[in-house]
């Protein structure tokens, strides 16, 4: 993984590539490359970022009409030139390569097999195998369309790849299986004259709108003509073409000086955009979930919610709301544990995912887990309406976050949140335990969450003068207690994520329990602190902190009565927001973190060792 950008035109492709690398760095990558094809392949690769490929290309003359492209994320192999893709074989007058996203899980086996027919390796990666598997079916005289559709038969785990041979000079064919590829048809979509494959559609953007996503087991090709895409069965199928609804400036940075800044201070819109169809009306609808949610939720007995990272602690956050509103038993669950565990399925279950992407390995393969164990009602919640995940499940809701280019997940947390909401309010609802007055209530708090939302950012200045202290510090330890602890949560990998500095969360009645051990003068203890039922609870908690040294950075309401003092920082926020509260108090979380990695100079967008969309295990 991460990128992959593929392309047949009448005109030279590699400015089209390289632009469309560009617009896939937020996903995070380690080396860039990318193979041409004129009368012969050609391949220019780089260690670093896709600026250095672009330096390489020029300074190559590097001009063709057909080409793919690719930035990775290393898993097999260390990040070397010899590992970056695409991928080569080479001999007998033949020249293949290949781009890969996703794991081979067989590629040991097919490493064997290839080596004893003559064939070495040049890389340490899994992907190899798939460019000398392809060579070997196109020297026996398949088409390279033919030779694609064979090599994916005999490959085992997840992957998105695209392919070109010296044989065929104006076509690339590309496949996908548990890792997301799709099709864009130029020339305003009657695919005459250039077409091209992308891993995502912000990609494309500076071609065309018009896109086709791919399903599982899909094989393309792509033509000057023309495309043609088999399914998994092997026969034509037509995918329907859409027009994006994505736009250059929503991936452009504008007055922003990064994307993680940018993403934070949209949230009020994406709130506003996510919440449009439930705040215009006067009460809330199952068929907000899809047509089968009334039928669904009426014989939900209990809810289990899969998820992985930043998504995770969203569905901790809605075991809180939905026990304590709908009535409801939850289990919250992270995906790529419990893909893996022998857990008992109960009838009566309604299984709910939250990814940003949809395309997260570990959360797609925990549904159809628990599709397998008889749970079949399954709700997603996720930003992107063409994912795999969204096809996978029977009822879904879209968080109309727009695009979210940093990899620290922010916006796309908060607008999960809100839709957890809302699905509480829906199931409460229709387990009648939630009056009509209430449900006004609820329903105007919703209305004015961007307003709030807006008020909470203008903390930023206070914020980021207290990150400036933490720009020396190796650890940090985050509280919260009730419906707050899972933001306490969040707040600390956000930190640890960015700024590498390490982060753990606690619920503060734990302090007693272990981690009271580690506070001293140089750990910095910050402290989610709304007016809740707990305040009083938590004010004891931090007097424990407090007389052992440690330095606290509070962050509480305006009615909690905690006022600043020596070692005791405060930044208050505005009343109280009762249900919702834990979506304003990770605002100033993310702004911590954000201004503290600008204070220890780290890359605020593209964090080390990190990925936007997690689609191998």
């Known amino acids: 993984m991460c990128g992959i950008v593929g392309a047949v035109a009448q005109r030279d492709i590699v400015p089209i590539l390289i632009e469309g690398l560009r617009k896939l760095e937020y996903r995070g990558y380690d080396s860039a490359g990318l193979a041409i094809l004129n009368d012969t392949m050609s391949r220019v690769r780089s260690v670093g970022r896709v600026a250095e490929l672009q330096a390489r290309a020029t300074a190559d003359g590097a001009q063709a009409p057909t080409g793919i492209a690719h930035t990775r994320w290393a898993t097999h192999g260390g990040v070397t030139e010899n590992n970056a893709h695409p991928h080569a074989s080479l001999g007998g007058g033949l020249q293949v390569s290949v781009v890969h996203n996703g794991i081979i899980e067989n590629h040991e086996a097919l490493r064997a097999e290839l080596r004893a027919a003559g064939y070495t390796f040049e890389s340490q990666t899994d992907t190899e195998v798939i460019a000398h598997l392809v060579h070997s079916l196109v020297a026996t005289g398949l088409t390279l369309l033919q030779a694609v559709r064979a090599a994916v038969e005999r490959l085992e785990g997840a992957y998105a790849i695209a392919v070109i041979s010296s044989r065929e000079p104006h076509t690339v064919v590309g496949s996908r299986r548990g890792s997301p590829l799709l099709l864009g048809v130029g020339s305003n979509g009657s695919g005459q004259g250039e077409n091209f494959l992308a891993s995502d559609a912000s990609a494309l953007l500076q071609v065309t709108r018009h896109v086709a996503y791919l399903e599982e087991g899909d094989v393309v090709e792509i033509r000057r003509d023309g495309f043609t895409v088999l399914g998994a069965d092997g026969q034509p199928a037509q995918r329907p073409i859409v027009q994006s609804q994505l736009s250059a400036e929503s991936i452009e940075l504008g007055r922003y000086a990064h994307y993680m800044q940018k993403e934070i201070f949209e949230q009020p819109g994406a709130i506003a955009n996510t919440l449009e169809m439930v705040t215009g009306g006067s009460s809330l609808s199952p ?70 992407s949809g395309e997260t390995i570990d959360t797609l393969s925990a549904l159809q887990h628990a599709h397998a164990q008889g749970m079949g009602d399954s709700l997603s919640i996720c930003n992107v309406p063409e994912s795999a995940l969204i096809r996978a499940s029977r009822l879904r809701f879209l968080t109309r976050a727009g695009p979210e280019i940093g990899v620290a997940s922010t916006k796309a947390f908060t607008t999960q949140l809100a839709s957890l909401f809302v699905l509480t309010l829906v199931l409460a609802r229709q387990r009648g335990l939630l009056s009509p007055e209430r449900e006004h209530e609820l329903i105007t708090q919703l209305r004015h969450l961007p307003v709030a939302l807006n008020r909470v950012l203008e903390c930023e200045p206070a914020v980021a003068a207290w990150a400036q202290r933490f720009a020396a510090r190796d650890h940090a330890l985050f509280l919260g207690r009730g419906v707050h602890f899972p933001i306490a949560m969040e707040g600390a990998l956000k930190l640890k994520e960015i700024t590498y500095i390490h982060a753990e969360a606690y619920a503060a009645g734990e302090l007693k329990h272990g981690p009271l051990a580690l506070v001293d003068d140089r750990m910095p203890v910050v402290v989610v602190a709304p007016n809740d039922t707990l305040i009083e609870k938590l004010k004891s908690n931090l007097q424990e902190v407090r007389a052992r040294g440690g330095e606290l950075f509070v962050f509480a309401d305006r009615d909690t009565r905690l006022a600043p003092s020596d070692g005791v920082h405060v930044i208050h926020l505005h009343d109280h927001a009762g249900l919702l509260s834990p979506i304003l108090h990770v605002l100033p979380l993310q702004l911590l973190s954000y201004h503290a990695a600008l204070a220890r100079g780290t890359d605020v967008d593209k964090p080390r060792n990190l990925a936007k969309s997690v689609t191998v295990e």
């Open 287 to 356: 068929g907000l979930f899809g047509a089968e949610a009334h039928e669904v939720l009426a014989r939900t007995r209990q809810v289990l919610i899969l998820a992985c990272g930043t998504s995770f602690h969203a569905g901790l956050v809605a075991r809180y709301w939905i026990e304590s509103v709908a009535r409801l038993p939850v289990s919250v669950e992270i995906a790529s544990e419990y893909r893996y565990r022998e857990s008992v399925a109960q009838p009566g279950t309604l299984v709910i995912t939250i990814s940003q």
